[in-house]
């Protein structure tokens, strides 16, 4: 059987049991929902390797599956440099600094109408700047190490954080806040009483935007200046030399830690908002 047939097959065969699965009466049970798109990613990478090796694509245009994961296992070394220079350094660095100053400065706005006014239109511009802008600017002034890297990241989930946060702290309803103010609780009291926790569910989304943004934008940072480490420099120069099996590595592992810093904040952010109704079966 031929690598074309093989793909074709797995497939169908794939496509039939996940149709079989959707349609059972366990469709809802946590192993079905996990299975299901494990064996749709399964049948890429099976389609791909199929393809791949049945046109004879040359690697350094479309390198089969199998070779980049030779390449991920015998390049462990340099993965764990590039990941702790990327994603510990520069982009958790990053992360957690500018959805910290987000969610401080949107309490700030929330208690005054003119840095409503003032502070969210500059943040909507800013916003609106290409990260191929930015990030030339801020390597110059920070420097070509992680410090330049954590500084775009900052820059790019400052405002969709902040943005979410103002929104979600205005959720409450006038008769809610009425009915704390006849209780006479103070500001503190009604913020971390009934505006935090009615907010939850749009901070959480900010933060779960932001993990995205953030690998991306210390990866894309590192094309305007980087020590010799870290994943954009490995792509960059990976492209340049022809190395693509080392370029499809970087960027499986750079989809691997997207995934899961993503599914990180939603795990956590399913204990914190058990209550909303998008959580409850």
């Known amino acids: 059987m031929s690598w074309l ?28 929902r996990v299975i299901v798109p494990l064996l749709f990613g399964v049948t ?11 046109f004879q694509v040359m690697p350094v245009i479309l390198p089969p599956p199998s070779l980049v994961w030779d390449t991920l296992i015998n390049s462990t070394e340099t993965l ?16 957690l600094i500018g959805t910290g100053a987000a969610f401080l400065t949107a309490i700030l706005i929330d208690r005054s109408d003119f840095l409503t006014r003032g502070l969210l239109p500059i ?12 990030a ?17 990241v900052v820059v790019m989930v400052f405002f969709p954080m902040l943005v979410n946060t103002v929104s979600g702290l205005r959720q409450t309803e006038p008769m809610q806040r009425d009915l704390m103010h006849t209780y006479a609780a103070s500001y503190s009291q009604s913020l971390f009483k009934l505006r935090l926790p009615a907010a939850m569910p749009f901070i959480f989304n900010g933060l779960k935007i932001a993990t995205t ?16 480490r ?5 792509i960059n120069t990976g492209v ?42």
């Open 5 to 32: 047939a093989f793909a074709l097959f797995f497939w169908a065969a794939a496509w039939a049991t996940n149709a079989a699965l959707a349609n059972s009466p366990w469709r809802s049970t946590r192993p079905v």
């Open 44 to 54: 890429l990478l099976v389609l791909w390797e199929g393809l791949v090796r049945h």
């Open 80 to 95: 764990w440099v590039d990941f702790q220079q990327t994603v510990l350094k520069g982009a958790l660095t990053g992360y």
């Open 123 to 134: 943040g909507n511009f800013v916003a609106a700047l290409p990260i191929v802008g930015i």
């Open 136 to 152: 030339p600017i801020l390597v110059s002034w920070f420097g070509f190490d992680w410090q330049s890297k954590a500084a775009v």
């Open 213 to 228: 943004l953030a690998l991306i934008g210390a990866i894309v940072a590192e094309y305007f200046g980087s020590p010799t």
């Open 230 to 234: 870290g994943m954009g420099f490995r």
């Open 240 to 281: 340049g030399s022809l190395s693509i099996d080392l370029v499809w590595a970087e960027i499986a592992v750079a989809a691997l830690a997207g995934t899961l810093f993503y599914g990180g904040v939603a795990w956590i952010e399913r204990r914190v908002t058990f209550w909303h109704p998008s959580h409850r079966n």
